[in-house]
């Protein structure tokens, strides 16, 4: 989501590009006003009147029950493991950092802000040791102070993957890279504080010494993972049953994939936190098994936003469209989303195979399961995300004679299995959530056209939100024959480092939570990386980013279907809504409000 700073705070991000909103208008609205889609009636505010700015800024009241709904609980909500993006942007409710992402629309939100922290990092020693104050009056939910320990101890949780798997690991690679701490639960300290690299010489004092200087550990210390937890409130691999509270809401009940309640945190004060409103009385959750009954009662009123942030499935789109299109938002997400080849399952270890699945693929076919240009997005021709510095967007395709066929290039894919030693084709699995049907219609596409070719594949669905032990696990993976996943990825923070890492460097294969799906163990890409955290002129930056992505491109290991957008669903009683690039292009939770 964008550049990088040279001093303690992050340079704002680069917009991300336009919404094609006059499509939209002439495709589906049913000849009403393109503004307001009959808001006036309805009491929304008006198409697209919260993507990248705010719709009905100053109408929140305090009070009232604010709900969500969701066709997927979160991977976790232990703020350590969990990876899903609502996950991060939800999380917020519950847990404090140093420092978040500002509470501002569209490419300001991806710009960190002090939080438990007085002000943004001192940096100092060329850029390898970062020093915080905490602010005074930051407690827990059962009252007491949160201090500096409490933050080392939640940082150092990350170190305990043997347990907690799941969530990023920027924080462990960058503070330990030589893997020398062992993880608070086999720290033989005792006050199990052990990790030398974080120093905290009294209650309020955190300071941070990094073996080498890296231009976006500010942004690394805004995600959850860098939240506190308190050693004493710490259950370990149960945590996310019950985060214990350092924001304006706990923990009221909580049954996973059905439903859960937050509550406010009466030892929470307002005085101690620039960043949060807490505007409704209680925040609630009710997940669902079918995404299409869950846009019915959004639709119906029955709830007030989707928590998962995908935007509406076909049916519910159809519908939103031309009956409410003033409560839609169509905004470009920093999601790619893409088909991935583990390297682990054959015949995918040959770069020819991967690559007759790109040139085989009917890309438009893809766009449209997607949901078409508008709300899908623009036809994928590489891996890095228009938000990010160094993305080139659709200038940059190196399967042009596919992506601008209609029905990719079959000659070339043919070309590339006898390259690849499998003339006749082949089988494989395809492995899809089952709770996205626009994931399992984007299967369901690739395994059409890929028939034409040869390549016989085979659907498997499975629980998304299982995703860390099933396609999380390279064992299983390679044990499943899944030679093909269907995903999607958007930057934890705006660079190639916040997008790419977890899912090209070697150093981020990891047993269970992985996400480098197709096992790529390049020197060269590392080495890339090595360069891009030492440089600090954003125009190199901007270089190496285009450098990594055309490694990864090139070798074949993707196919990326769509640079996303998405038709998102808000109600008439909200108040205070906009997008964020904080949180690829989904509504800001922290701040949302009931209208008065």
Request: proline share 5%; charged share 25%; glycine share 10%.
């Amino acid at each position: 989501m964008t550049t990088q700073r040279t001093t303690g705070r992050r340079k704002q991000a680069l917009a991300a590009a336009a919404v094609v909103a006059a499509l939209l208008s002439t495709a589906a609205c049913g000849g009403g006003n393109d503004d307001d889609g009959g808001g006036s009636k309805s009491g929304a505010a008006g198409f697209n009147a919260a993507n990248n700015k705010v719709a009905q800024a100053d109408l929140a009241k305090k009070g009232g029950t604010l709900k969500y709904a969701g066709a997927q609980d979160a991977d976790s909500w232990d703020t350590t493991r969990g990876y899903y993006g609502f996950m991060w942007n939800f999380s917020r409710y519950y847990s404090r950092q140093l420092v978040t992402n500002a509470t501002e629309p569209g490419a300001k939100g991806a710009e960190v802000t002090p939080d438990l922290a007085t002000s943004t990092a001192k940096i100092s020693d060329d850029g390898k040791t970062y020093t915080y104050t905490l602010r005074d009056g930051s407690t827990w939910e059962d009252g007491k102070p949160i201090t500096s320990k409490d933050v080392k101890y939640g940082i150092e949780r990350v170190w305990a993957q043997d347990v907690l798997s799941g969530g990023p690991i920027y924080l462990q690679q960058v503070l330990d890279p030589k893997k020398t701490y062992k993880g608070p639960y086999k720290d033989k300290s005792a006050d199990k504080l052990g990790l030398k690299a974080i120093e905290t010489p009294d209650d309020k004092t955190i300071v941070f010494k990094l073996p080498a200087a890296n231009s976006d550990f500010e942004e690394m210390l805004a995600l959850t993972s860098a939240s506190p937890v308190r050693q004493d409130k710490d259950t370990k691999s149960k945590y996310g049953l019950k985060p214990f509270s350092s924001g304006p809401y706990k923990f009221e009940s909580y049954t996973p994939n059905k439903a859960m309640t937050l509550v406010r945190n009466p030892e929470w004060k307002q005085s101690s936190d620039p960043v949060r409103k807490a505007y409704p009385d209680k925040v609630t959750v009710n997940f669902f098994t079918n995404a299409n009954d869950m846009d019915q009662r959004l639709i119906k009123g029955d709830y007030d936003l989707d928590i998962g942030q995908t935007g509406l499935s076909p049916q519910g789109r159809t519908t939103a469209l031309k009956q409410h299109k003033a409560n839609l938002d169509n905004p470009v997400s920093g999601y790619i989303r893409y088909a991935v080849f583990p390297q682990s399952v054959k015949p995918f270890d040959n770069e020819h195979c991967r690559k007759a699945v790109i040139y085989g693929a009917d890309h438009e076919s893809l766009q449209t399961a997607r949901g078409g240009p508008v709300a899908g997005g623009d036809i994928g021709t590489n891996m890095l995300p228009p938000s990010v510095p160094g993305a080139e967007g659709q200038d940059y395709d190196p399967y042009k004679s596919a992506t601008t066929n209609k029905n990719g290039n079959v000659a070339k894919a043919k070309e590339e299995l006898k390259a690849c030693g499998q003339p006749n084709g082949f089988k494989t699995t395809i492995a899809v959530r089952n709770n996205k049907p626009v994931e399992v219609a984007t299967a369901e596409s690739l395994q059409a056209s890929l028939k034409k070719v040869g390549i016989d594949v085979e659907i498997d669905q499975f629980d998304g939100a299982q995703t860390t032990g099933i396609i999380g696990a390279p064992a299983n993976v390679k044990k499943k024959n899944y030679g093909i996943i269907i995903m999607g990825w958007g930057p934890d923070f705006p660079s190639v480092q916040g997008y790419g890492l977890p899912l090209w460097s070697g150093d981020y294969i990891l047993e269970s939570g992985n996400n480098n799906f197709a096992l790529i163990d390049d020197k060269t890409i590392d080495g890339l990386f090595d360069s891009y955290t030492k440089e600090l002129d954003d125009a190199k930056k901007a270089d190496i980013s285009k450098e990594i992505n055309h490694k990864v491109s090139e070798g074949g290991y993707y196919l990326p279907f769509v640079f996303e957008k998405f038709i998102n669903w808000r109600s008439s009683r909200l108040a205070n809504v906009y997008t964020s690039d904080g949180y690829s292009g989904m509504y800001d939770f922290v701040n949302l409000g009931l209208k008065k």
